[in-house]
């Protein structure tokens, strides 16, 4: 593989996974936002709030792992591209 299509294609594939991350981001936010709405109407939503509480760490926490992965990848890009 030339060393222009090996950039284009690791610019692709950075592109992906930010487009992922960005997914993986805003349903994070959606659900924390759900989880705040269902704090504030605890009285008619009391059954819901354990579910959304677990969901909402749950999706922090997947958050936290797809960033941590997404940096990495992006380390090991510039490194390729420097080199």
Do not use: E, H
């Not at 936010?29 to 059954?47: E, F, I, P």
């Not at 509480?53 to 390729?80: E, R």
């Amino acid at each position: 593989m030339d060393s222009a299509d090996g950039r284009v294609l690791l610019i692709i594939v950075i592109a992906m996974v930010l487009f992922v991350v960005g997914r993986r981001f805003q349903r994070a936010l959606d659900t924390w936002r759900g989880w705040g709405k269902a704090v504030k109407d605890a009285a008619s939503a009391a059954g819901r709030v354990p579910d959304a509480k677990s969901a909402a760490w749950a999706a922090l926490w997947s958050m936290v792992l797809v960033g941590g992965v997404t940096v990495v990848l992006i380390a090991l890009a510039v490194n390729g591209i420097r080199s």
